[in-house]
């Protein structure tokens, strides 16, 4: 990854910009978070507190909002490297996880306090790398820094695990904290300085709809909070042009110049805007239309059905519950199973392989794939 920038925007940035110091860690604050004279005095004393949950963009972004914390600085530990570049650790090269210290106001906020809003943030379950990410070096973990802390992340643990939210085991570990290498500064408050290209990554990392999922029954955290639509632009910025034509502007792709028009794989199709779950490739069949088609949507209220008048004819519009995409039609001359023939665009869908399920935050839905189904 490479940022090229001209000298002038090198002098604005470092005028914004002050250095501070974590723990004897020289870094920057972040533009947009705290600027010199915006910071509130301490009430306690200033504690740390690391976590290690996947890609440290979207754990930085996540905790910077909690109150009582002072500072997040994302980059890497646990590995015997020094000084290692994300590029190695990217590839498992170094030993390290992508993690975050967290600098925060004792007298504000508590360790605990912080540990549950971590465990809320990523999937505590998946020890083989977190979402879209994969490996070690993006597996979760917590690193304490006393036996205090030890004890209260060995306490949560045991409490979550006895909740039952989780149908996996927990599989985050509790490891005492080694040497912090702070990130690359481009990596720094990436989710303010290249916001279209956080949102993006974030969106298709399947990190929120897991959130929303084993969360939906209590208040959201972070980005996953109840879904609240991007403005226009935002989602112009995200979506491919078609996807935005057709969910934003009720446009219609070409027949069979679509990706799922004749695709055939096991799993399910969430609205490419707010990944909500849709339509099951079990009820997916061949229209011969050249749009991929199916007989029902995995819930009903998933979908929302609009008369349609535009083009001469009356049709009946079907649009996502949550979104309000525009996804297609509905007519009644499916197959005899409901009599339904959902014609939807390839554009306004993205597609979960069964085996995917699990890691993207959408397991209820295995269900759907027993044998005797």
């Given at each position: 990854?490479?940022?090229?920038?001209?000298?002038?925007?090198?002098?604005?940035?470092?005028?914004?910009?002050?250095?501070?110091?974590?723990?004897?860690?020289?870094?920057?604050?972040?533009?947009?978070?705290?600027?010199?004279?915006?910071?509130?005095?301490?009430?306690?004393?200033?504690?740390?507190?690391?976590?290690?949950?996947?890609?440290?963009?979207?754990?930085?972004?996540?905790?910077?909002?909690?109150?009582g914390v002072l500072s997040v600085v994302s980059g890497y530990t646990g590995g015997k490297e020094e000084n290692p570049r994300y590029e190695d650790v990217a590839r498992g090269l170094t030993g390290h996880r992508e993690s975050v210290q967290?600098?925060?106001?004792?007298?504000?906020?508590?360790?605990?306090?912080?540990?549950?809003?971590?465990?809320?943030?990523?999937?505590?379950?998946?020890?083989?790398?977190?979402?879209?990410?994969?490996?070690?070096?993006?597996?979760?973990?917590?690193?304490?820094?006393?036996?205090?802390?030890?004890?209260?992340?060995?306490?949560?643990?045991?409490?979550?695990?006895?909740?039952?939210?989780?149908?996996?085991?927990?599989?985050?570990?509790?490891?005492?904290?080694?040497?912090?290498?702070?990130?690359?500064?481009?990596?720094?408050?990436?989710?303010?300085?290249?916001?279209?290209?956080?949102?993006?990554?974030?969106?298709?990392?399947?990190?929120?709809?897991?959130?929303?999922?084993?969360?939906?029954?209590?208040?959201?955290?972070?980005?996953?909070?109840?879904?609240?639509?991007?403005?226009?632009?935002?989602?112009?910025?995200?979506?491919?042009?078609?996807?935005?034509?057709?969910?934003?502007?009720?446009?219609?792709?070409?027949?069979?110049?679509?990706?799922?028009?004749?695709?055939?794989?096991?799993?399910?199709?969430?609205?490419?805007?707010?990944?909500?779950?849709?339509?099951?490739?079990?009820?997916?069949?061949?229209?011969?239309?050249?749009?991929?088609?199916?007989?029902?949507?995995?819930?009903?209220?998933?979908?929302?059905?609009?008369?349609?008048?535009?083009?001469?004819?009356?049709?009946?519009?079907?649009?996502?519950?949550?979104s309000d995409s525009h996804l297609g039609h509905v007519f009644d001359d499916g197959p005899a199973e409901t009599g339904l023939r959902y014609c939807i665009n390839s554009?306004?869908?993205?597609?979960?392989?069964?085996?995917?399920?699990?890691?993207?935050?959408?397991?209820?839905?295995?269900?759907?794939?027993?044998?005797?189904?």
């Open positions: 990854m490479k940022i090229s920038i001209t000298v002038m925007a090198v002098v604005a940035f470092a005028l914004v910009l002050a250095a501070v110091t974590v723990d004897g860690t020289k870094r920057k604050q972040k533009e947009g978070v705290m600027k010199p004279g915006d910071e509130k005095p301490l009430i306690g004393q200033k504690e740390l507190a690391t976590f290690a949950g996947g890609c440290f963009w979207c754990v930085e972004a996540d905790l910077e909002k909690a109150e967290v600098t925060y106001d004792n007298g504000r906020t508590s360790y605990e306090t912080l540990l549950e809003l971590f465990f809320r943030i990523m999937d505590p379950t998946d020890r083989g790398g977190q979402f879209v990410d994969r490996g070690f070096q993006y597996s979760p973990a917590v690193f304490t820094h006393n036996e205090k802390q030890k004890e209260a992340a060995e306490r949560f643990l045991k409490k979550l695990a006895a909740s039952g939210r989780f149908k996996k085991p927990l599989a985050t570990e509790i490891l005492p904290a080694t040497v912090f290498y702070p990130a690359e500064e481009y990596h720094q408050g990436f989710f303010l300085k290249n916001p279209e290209h956080y949102k993006r990554y974030r969106t298709g990392s399947g990190r929120d709809a897991f959130i929303d999922t084993m969360w939906s029954d209590e208040p959201g955290q972070g980005d996953a909070k109840a879904f609240s639509k991007p403005e226009a632009s935002v989602l112009k910025s995200v979506l491919s042009p078609m996807a935005f034509h057709v969910t934003q502007e009720n446009g219609t792709e070409p027949p069979f110049q679509n990706e799922y028009w004749n695709f055939k794989e096991e799993g399910i199709y969430v609205d490419v805007v707010s990944g909500e779950p849709l339509f099951s490739s079990r009820d997916k069949f061949d229209s011969k239309t050249g749009w991929p088609s199916f007989i029902r949507p995995i819930e009903k209220d998933r979908v929302v059905e609009k008369k349609d008048r535009s083009h001469f004819m009356v049709r009946t519009e079907v649009r996502s519950a949550r554009a306004a869908l993205r597609f979960i392989p069964k085996d995917r399920l699990v890691d993207e935050g959408y397991g209820a839905y295995l269900e759907l794939f027993r044998q005797d189904k």
